[in-house]
């Protein structure tokens, strides 16, 4: 962003020293009203998931329990994407130094065979952006994610690039396993929600597989939510078993 020109006096000097301190105490307001941000979205939640226990057969006790046990949870997830952050950021000031002598030896060769590439600035940001957008459980910047990463991952030292790599595969995997603890435990909305997931995954052979996977955990929830397991009844119970089955993927998948 091109800085705005925020001249006021004459002096030059009198008016460096202005708008210097103009910039920088406005990016301290800036983090504070991220900071009123983010205490707006932990208060909102939080009044939620108070709601969603109190329709719950709880008692007051347990309820304040669950309650304590939902905010640790939120702090402890917000210092490991914190730390998670530092230390990406960490690999790249690492291997920058490194880039930049590679860049400076090879630059007549790199421009003349490759065409120029965004700033690896640019990439970083997106793909923070990226990462943590499918944090927060949009798994659609996924795609994203990996087609950049393809893309412009050559920009980046070999270790942040495996980094970025390693923290999207586990913030997948994270979403994904919850689902599908989900479906098991005979929460079928979750059926696409799991299959979703799965194909947010970039070779096509284990999302083939996860996909199976949510299959699977579908029909065992489905025992749970009746009371039984496709295993325990009879062939003409299950052909039953699987026309429910049917019928629910077809009522989620039009509840979209």
Not at 56 to 67: A, G, K, S, Y
Not at 132 to 142: F, I, L, N, P, T
Not at 221 to 228: E, F, R
Request: contains cysteine.
């Amino acid at each position: 962003m091109k800085r705005k020109n925020l001249t006021v006096m004459k002096n030059p000097r009198l008016d460096r020293i202005f708008t210097e301190a103009y910039r920088n105490t406005m990016k301290q307001v800036d983090l504070r009203e991220q900071d009123k941000h983010d205490e707006d979205y932990y208060r909102t939640f939080s009044e939620l998931f108070e709601q969603d226990l109190s329709n719950r057969d709880l008692t007051e006790e347990e309820r304040q329990t669950f309650m304590s046990a939902f905010h640790r949870e939120i702090t402890s997830l917000g210092e490991t994407a914190d730390k998670n952050r530092e230390r990406r950021r960490r690999l790249f000031l690492f291997g920058g130094s490194g880039l930049l002598c590679a860049v400076a030896l090879s630059f007549g060769i790199y421009v003349g065979a490759v065409r120029p590439f965004m700033p690896v600035e640019k990439v970083t940001a997106s793909l923070d952006y990226y990462l943590e957008k499918v944090e927060d459980g949009y798994g659609s910047y996924a795609r994203k994610f990996h087609r950049l990463i393809d893309k412009q991952g050559g920009k980046l030292p070999v270790q942040a690039e495996a980094a970025y790599r390693s923290d999207m595969y586990a913030t997948l995997d994270s979403h994904f396993d919850e689902t599908i603890q989900r479906l098991e435990a005979g929460e079928l909305v979750y059926y696409d929600d799991a299959k979703d997931w799965a194909s947010r995954f970039p070779e096509s052979e284990e999302s083939a597989d996860r996909k199976k996977l949510a299959d699977n955990a579908f029909k065992k929830g489905l025992g749970v939510a009746v009371g039984d397991t496709l295993e325990e009844v009879t062939e003409g119970a299950k052909d039953f078993f699987q026309k429910a089955a049917d019928y629910i993927k077809d009522a989620v998948k039009r509840d979209e």
